[in-house]
């Protein structure tokens, strides 16, 4: 099994500013990762899929790089919607059962 | 445009089985799989299982194996999620969501809120 492991736990950025949150995995995914953005009492919303790429809709200040075990989703210029739970999951592996244990983005 | 659309609130007692659809519509159905995740109160998400719809090929997470059935009926394009044994632990709200052979979750439905209550 393999364990994604997302840091902070929480992270307080002021509007404006740049976030950058981490998601590890135990071993390599590749670039076999996706990341979601979960407001409050929403569902989450797909926004990179393939480490890096954007999925449809998703503004250009969300960006995701990394491979291997370590990635990290930065978004630039922090909107107040952007103000939310984040969470990675792996899906190198099938069936794709790993999910971090999410950030929470607050408002600093 | 896709849509994944769920029932609303269940309230179940402790031993029920809940049974969850997910009536999918602006997409092939058989041509993605579903998956299943729940997520308790203040919890983050757990993947419960998918099912391939077009052959009804299942895989369950080890923790739900023995209580946990997911179907998929092509006639109706829905998906249908049955948790059984309901404890208080199983109160969470369950979203469905598709993939496509790789595995990220496109599109989710909006969740249904079960709560296991005497």
């Known amino acids: 099994e393999i364990v994604m492991t997302q840091s902070p736990a929480t992270l307080s950025v002021s509007p404006g500013e740049r976030a950058t949150l981490s998601c590890r995995a135990s071993?390599?995914?590749?670039?076999?990762l996706a990341w979601y953005q979960q407001k409050a009492g929403q569902a989450p919303r797909l926004l990179i899929y393939?480490?890096?790429t954007r999925a449809t809709g998703i503004p250009a200040r969300f960006s995701g790089s990394g491979s291997g075990t370590e990635f990290t989703l930065t978004i630039s210029s922090l909107q107040s919607e952007d103000f939310a739970v984040y969470y990675c999951?792996?899906?190198?592996?099938?069936?794709?059962?790993?999910f971090g244990q999410g950030t929470k983005l607050e408002i600093k | 445009e896709v849509l994944l659309v769920q029932s609303g609130a269940e309230v179940k007692k402790p031993g029920a089985t809940v049974k969850i659809p997910c009536k999918v519509s602006?997409?092939?159905?058989?041509?993605?799989?579903m998956h299943w995740v729940q997520q308790a109160p203040g919890k983050g998400l757990e993947w419960m299982g998918l099912?391939?719809?077009?052959?009804?090929?299942?895989i369950y997470a080890e923790k739900f194996q023995g209580r946990v059935t997911i179907t998929a009926d092509t006639s109706t394009d829905t998906a249908y999620m049955e948790l059984s044994s309901l404890r208080s632990e199983d109160t969470a709200v369950y979203y469905c969501?598709?993939?496509?052979?790789?595995?990220?979750?496109?599109?989710w439905g909006q969740g249904t809120l079960v709560t296991v209550s005497s």
């Open positions: 969501a598709n993939s496509y052979n790789s595995g990220f979750l496109n599109n």
């Open positions: 393939g480490a890096s």
């Open positions: 099912v391939d719809p077009e052959d009804g090929e299942t």
């Open positions: 071993q390599s995914v590749s670039s076999n």
């Open positions: 602006g997409y092939t159905f058989i041509d993605y799989y």
């Open positions: 999951q792996q899906y190198n592996n099938w069936p794709p059962d790993s």
